[in-house]
T-cell receptor, first 113, second 114 residues
Framework: GNSVTQMEGPVTLSEEAFLTINCTYT??????LFWYVQYPGEGLQLLLK?????DKGSNKGFEATYRKETTSFHLEKGSVQVSDSAVYFC????????????FGTGTSLTVIP | DAGVTQSPTHLIKTRGQHVTLRCSPI?????VSWYQQVLGQGPQFIFQ???????GRGNFPDRFSARQFPNYSSELNVNALLLGDSALYLC?????????????FGPGTRLTVT
């Protein structure tokens, strides 16, 4: 089956610290991988994506590389800001059977000044 | 362009009642999906519709139903509400971009069942 596992939170970092949020997946075929961010009281926003092995998705200083050999898609940012405080979700879309996305449980990030 | 819109924003119902949630996709998007997000969890897939036809259904009871209209807007209906149906219900519209479908989410409808 298809599933996503994310590191447990919450994560608290000081401003300008390095961020890593781990994500591993199980999927049939060759899925596309995504990171979404959810700010308090809002819906999910697409942060970045990768559609095939070794692709690197990047946006707003965040990066994630699709690693097929380790079935991982870890999110990284070199220097976090207070405004990055949010919940981050890793997700996959299997390459078959429609548009169903599978989400991890989310990782809450708080950045303190 | 306007994003995905959902109504209402918040809703309070009692057990056993029925609820209808509404969603308008981004202009030009023909696919709409519904997700349930329980507090502290990731979204769980409920339904996907493409051009008015159901294309996918998650592991939810028959109390949950949906439909899509000719203008691609959609409704999610839940009958015989249970306390466990309390959640944020998210609608997403999809577009094929750069080798895959991207889903764009609305702000959600917060349903509280008492």
């Amino acid at each position: 089956g298809n599933s996503v596992t994310q590191m447990e939170g919450p994560v608290t970092l000081s401003e300008e610290a390095f961020l890593t949020i781990n994500c591993t997946y199980t999927a049939t075929g060759y899925p596309s991988l995504f990171w979404y961010v959810q700010y308090p009281g809002e819906g999910l926003q697409l942060l970045l994506k990768a559609t095939k092995a070794d692709d690197k998705g990047s946006n707003k200083g965040f990066e994630a590389t699709y690693r097929k050999e380790t079935t991982s898609f870890h999110l990284e940012k070199g220097s976090v800001q207070v405004s990055d405080s949010a919940v981050y979700f890793c997700a996959l879309k299997a390459d078959v059977s429609g548009n169903q996305f599978y989400f991890g449980t989310g990782t809450s990030l708080t950045v303190i000044p | 362009d306007a994003g995905v819109t959902q109504s209402p924003t918040h809703l309070i119902k009692t057990r056993g009642q029925h609820v209808t949630l509404r969603c308008s996709p981004i202009s030009g998007h023909k696919s709409v999906s519904w997700y349930q997000q329980v507090l502290g969890q990731g979204p769980q897939f409920i339904f996907q519709y493409y051009e008015k036809e159901e294309r996918g259904r998650g592991n939810f009871p028959d109390r949950f139903s949906a439909r899509q209209f000719p203008n691609y807007s959609s409704e999610l209906n839940v009958n015989a509400l249970l306390l466990g149906d309390s959640a944020l219900y998210l609608c997403a519209s999809s577009l094929w971009i750069s080798g895959t479908y991207e889903q764009y989410f609305g702000p959600g409808t917060r349903l509280t069942v008492t």
